[in-house]
């Protein structure tokens, strides 16, 4: 095909992009967003944001929101006026917090929580893929948190179709066929396979990258997010489930001197592509990626760190390093969930590791924070039951807040606030960060 036929073909495609936030959308709308010139991320001295007190707020399995018992409400206006009053409720506990910016999980699987025109709506609002909620609740997040002065970040999870292959799932996913959109499940099943017990897309698949990039413009040219975050489930596998990709590497990778060599070069096109695109569509939208702590360990690698945990390079074929040192991010924000004295992984060893890679760069560096484990017992990690958890916490966001590069803590995640366990972390944190 000619350069200018390619060109135009991609213009036209931005503009019913652009066109499809307010009008019915068109008969299909999954053709691929196709790469866009690279744009330069903004320099860290521009600025104008003090510390990053953010914090994720699952959707995937209702685990933070919405709340479990609404999608049983038969009258639509009560379920929606339950979740609606459920989610206001979480911001104002998040903003007496301190808390100024939620990663709010916009697409926890092959759906969405909001109307899109290439994803169909997700289960988790009504209990049905594909049933219109009666609102949208990416728009209703965004103008209540924007009306408390708090940033959103969209986060999404790129791969994952569904959270299980059981057969009342799939009969879920096959009967969206009538709708439109339609699940990806159906409309490309030569895109899909399963690894970890649950059906994912094979990222080796250029047309899928195409396509997972297609969805991050629409929220990006629809809606007024502060940024936009993909987690760490790049390639997901288990011993017991592990992705076959083995016909899409004979197909894709010749010239590549292993199969892990060529998965990280697609994790790697993923990355770029999105990047660019956010930056043409909308260059003040930020791009990060929340990746495992560990990158490399030094056993394997000299510039690696100084631990022997699970690490993305190796495991998810993420090389999250470099994605830094390429400028494709505006921030990372990896998961560091151990305690100072936990020998694999020590906190503070890995959050000086990762100031040391973003310190050259203009990459800004929050640390992922593990409100999950706090005032839970752990033979591995007693840390975090002395005293409800608070000293090791107060020690890692101390960490945070005096080391140069740093820019902030994350904590995983919202729902954990709530518990028992960890109330007394919770009233140090509104001491030390709270209004």
């Given at each position: 095909?000619?350069?200018?036929?390619?060109?135009?073909?991609?213009?036209?495609?931005?503009?019913?992009l652009?066109?499809?936030?307010?009008?019915?959308?068109p008969?299909?709308?999954?053709?691929?967003?196709?790469?866009?010139?690279?744009?330069?991320?903004?320099?860290?001295?521009?600025?104008?944001?003090?510390?990053?007190?953010?914090?994720?707020?699952?959707?995937?399995s209702?685990?933070?929101w919405?709340?479990?018992?609404?999608?049983?409400?038969?009258?639509?206006?009560?379920?929606?006026?339950?979740?609606?009053?459920?989610?206001?409720d979480?911001?104002?506990?998040?903003?007496s917090?301190?808390?100024?910016?939620?990663?709010?999980?916009?697409?926890?699987?092959?759906?969405?929580?909001?109307?899109?025109?290439?994803?169909?709506?997700?289960?988790?609002?009504?209990?049905?893929v594909?049933?219109?909620?009666?609102?949208?609740?990416l728009?209703?997040m965004?103008?209540?948190?924007?009306?408390?002065?708090?940033k959103?970040?969209a986060?999404?999870?790129?791969y994952?179709?569904?959270?299980?292959?059981?057969?009342?799932?799939?009969?879920?996913?096959?009967?969206?066929?009538?709708?439109?959109?339609?699940?990806?499940?159906?409309?490309?099943?030569?895109?899909?396979r399963?690894?970890?017990?649950?059906?994912?897309?094979?990222?080796?698949?250029?047309?899928?990258?195409?396509?997972?990039?297609?969805?991050?413009?629409?929220?990006?040219s629809?809606?007024?997010?502060?940024?936009?975050?993909?987690?760490?489930?790049?390639?997901?596998?288990?011993?017991?489930?592990?992705?076959?990709?083995?016909?899409?590497?004979?197909?894709?990778g010749?010239?590549?001197?292993?199969k892990?060599?060529?998965?990280?070069?697609?994790?790697?096109?993923?990355?770029a592509?999105?990047s660019?695109?956010?930056?043409?569509?909308?260059?003040?939208?930020?791009?990060?990626v929340?990746?495992?702590?560990?990158?490399?360990?030094?056993?394997?690698?000299?510039?690696?760190?100084?631990?022997?945990g699970?690490a993305a390079?190796d495991?998810?074929?993420?090389?999250?390093?470099?994605?830094?040192?390429?400028?494709?991010l505006?921030?990372?924000?990896?998961?560091?969930?151990?305690?100072?004295s936990?020998?694999?992984?020590?906190?503070?060893?890995?959050?000086?590791?990762?100031?040391?890679?973003?310190?050259?760069?203009?990459?800004?560096?929050?640390?992922?924070?593990?409100?999950?484990?706090v005032?839970?017992s752990?033979?591995?990690?007693?840390?975090w039951?002395?005293?409800?958890?608070?000293?090791?916490?107060?020690?890692?966001?101390?960490?945070?807040?005096?080391?140069?590069?740093?820019?902030?803590?994350?904590?995983?995640?919202?729902?954990?606030?709530?518990?028992?366990?960890?109330?007394?972390?919770?009233s140090?944190?509104?001491?030390?960060?709270?209004?």
């Amino acid at each position: 095909m000619p350069l200018h036929v390619k060109r135009t073909g991609a213009l036209i495609f931005l503009a019913l992009l652009l066109a499809s936030c307010a009008s019915k959308p068109p008969k299909s709308l999954v053709t691929p967003l196709p790469p866009v010139t690279k744009h330069p991320l903004p320099d860290k001295s521009h600025r104008d944001q003090g510390p990053m007190r953010g914090i994720w707020l699952a959707t995937v399995s209702r685990l933070d929101w919405p709340p479990v018992s609404s999608v049983n409400i038969s009258n639509p206006a009560t379920r929606n006026s339950v979740q609606q009053k459920a989610l206001t409720d979480k911001l104002d506990k998040l903003k007496s917090l301190g808390i100024n910016t939620v990663f709010f999980q916009v697409k926890p699987d092959g759906t969405a929580l909001w109307p899109s025109k290439i994803l169909p709506w997700s289960d988790t609002l009504t209990g049905h893929v594909g049933q219109d909620p009666g609102y949208d609740p990416l728009m209703f997040m965004l103008d209540e948190a924007h009306k408390r002065g708090m940033k959103v970040h969209a986060w999404f999870n790129p791969y994952r179709v569904t959270t299980n292959t059981k057969p009342g799932t799939v009969a879920e996913l096959n009967r969206t066929i009538s709708l439109n959109p339609a699940s990806v499940f159906v409309l490309h099943r030569d895109w899909i396979r399963t690894a970890s017990d649950r059906y994912v897309l094979d990222p080796g698949i250029p047309e899928a990258r195409d396509w997972i990039t297609s969805i991050v413009a629409e929220v990006v040219s629809c809606y007024p997010v502060d940024g936009v975050q993909f987690d760490d489930y790049f390639y997901t596998e288990t011993p017991g489930s592990t992705l076959n990709d083995s016909q899409t590497f004979q197909k894709y990778g010749a010239g590549f001197a292993s199969k892990a060599d060529w998965r990280r070069h697609n994790t790697q096109q993923l990355i770029a592509q999105v990047s660019r695109s956010i930056k043409q569509l909308s260059p003040g939208v930020e791009f990060g990626v929340s990746p495992a702590g560990v990158w490399r360990n030094r056993s394997h690698d000299p510039m690696g760190s100084e631990t022997s945990g699970a690490a993305a390079y190796d495991e998810a074929f993420a090389d999250t390093r470099l994605w830094v040192q390429q400028g494709l991010l505006d921030y990372i924000a990896p998961q560091v969930y151990w305690p100072f004295s936990r020998k694999a992984a020590r906190y503070d060893v890995l959050a000086k590791w990762w100031a040391e890679v973003v310190k050259p760069t203009n990459t800004r560096l929050y640390i992922g924070v593990a409100l999950y484990k706090v005032g839970e017992s752990s033979k591995n990690e007693p840390d975090w039951t002395v005293n409800g958890g608070v000293p090791e916490l107060k020690k890692q966001i101390d960490l945070n807040e005096s080391v140069p590069h740093i820019d902030g803590t994350i904590l995983f995640r919202e729902d954990y606030l709530n518990q028992p366990q960890a109330q007394e972390a919770v009233s140090y944190i509104k001491t030390r960060w709270g209004s």
